[in-house]
């Protein structure tokens, strides 16, 4: 039972030296967020959310921070759920992050005919207190977002 309890708490441990390490990084190479995404489904009723924290890494305050994602099937093919008319899954933060701040967003619940079996980040967008608005490029999203 102990030895149980010591190894959870050092995966523990891994866990947020990760995160620690990889905003480091970011920070080192001049990425301004980092983002941890906790997909969550209910497979029996082809159901999809999306858990999602922000945390800002600059040292100003961003505004109207977005991510824009599709859900895809087995085929590839991008789905739609079934109470919209168009596909994109959407986290907008309307409210400024100030720096070092996390900001929650919650997407979902969403339900598809089909079953869904991988979430794509189409992009990231931000404004900056400057009002220049700034996309993550497609090469960055992979470090920026962790996914859980």
Request: aromatic share 10%.
């Amino acid at each position: 039972m102990v030895l149980f309890w010591i190894s959870l708490a050092g995966c523990a441990k891994q866990n947020t030296g990760f995160s620690e390490t990889r905003k480091i990084y970011l920070r080192e190479v001049g990425l301004p967020i980092f983002v941890t995404i906790n997909p969550r489904h209910k497979t029996d009723k082809k159901e999809l959310q999306l858990f999602i924290k922000t945390e800002n890494l600059t040292k100003v305050n961003i505004s109207k921070f977005q991510i824009l994602f599709f859900a895809r099937d087995n085929s590839n093919q991008i789905l739609i759920p079934e109470d919209k008319k168009t596909p994109e899954l959407i986290c907008s933060i309307e409210k400024k992050i100030q720096p070092s701040t996390i900001i929650k967003c919650h997407v979902g619940p969403f339900v598809y005919t089909n079953l869904w079996s991988s979430i794509q980040i189409q992009s990231i967008s931000f404004t900056t207190e400057d009002q220049m608005r700034h996309v993550i490029s497609e090469a960055d999203l992979d470090d920026v977002t962790v996914w859980l």
